[in-house]
């Protein structure tokens, strides 16, 4: 499996924007789909974005189309998710996870994910 940890979490008022890391490691990173996730507190986790090896086909969740970005530098090992106009309901544990088995029929629509970062705070004020 591969190793992931996240960061770029924190405290951003309502509009604000912030942007979050994954840094991947113990594998070839290329190899895998990536995807972000995130639970509120007192609801199941959700999947917020996900994108190919090659960065070239990403999906994202209804609730953060058109606000998140998500990219990926294999160069670097690492993905990131840019988040823009951000609202109290994006306040949230935001987990990275790779998929070391992606295919487009489940990896897009956020399952298969095998392994898991332990997740960045993200608090959206209003």
């Known amino acids: 499996q591969v190793q992931l940890v996240e960061s770029g979490g924190g405290l951003v008022q309502a509009g604000g924007s912030l942007r979050l890391s994954c840094a991947a490691s113990?594998?070839?990173?290329?190899?895998?789909?990536m995807g972000w996730f995130r639970q509120a507190p007192g609801k199941e986790r959700e999947f917020v974005s996900a994108?190919?090896?090659?960065?070239?086909?990403?999906s994202y969740a209804d609730s953060v189309k058109g606000r998140f970005t998500i990219s990926r530098d294999n160069a670097k090992n690492t993905v990131y998710l840019q988040m823009n106009s951000l609202k109290p309901e994006d306040t949230a544990i935001y987990y990275c996870a790779a998929d070391s088995n992606p295919s487009i029929l489940t990896t897009m629509r956020g399952f298969g994910f095998d392994s898991w970062g332990r997740g960045t705070q993200v608090t959206v004020s209003s």
């Open positions: 994108i190919t090896w090659s960065g070239g086909r990403t």
């Open positions: 113990g594998r070839t990173f290329s190899n895998y789909a």
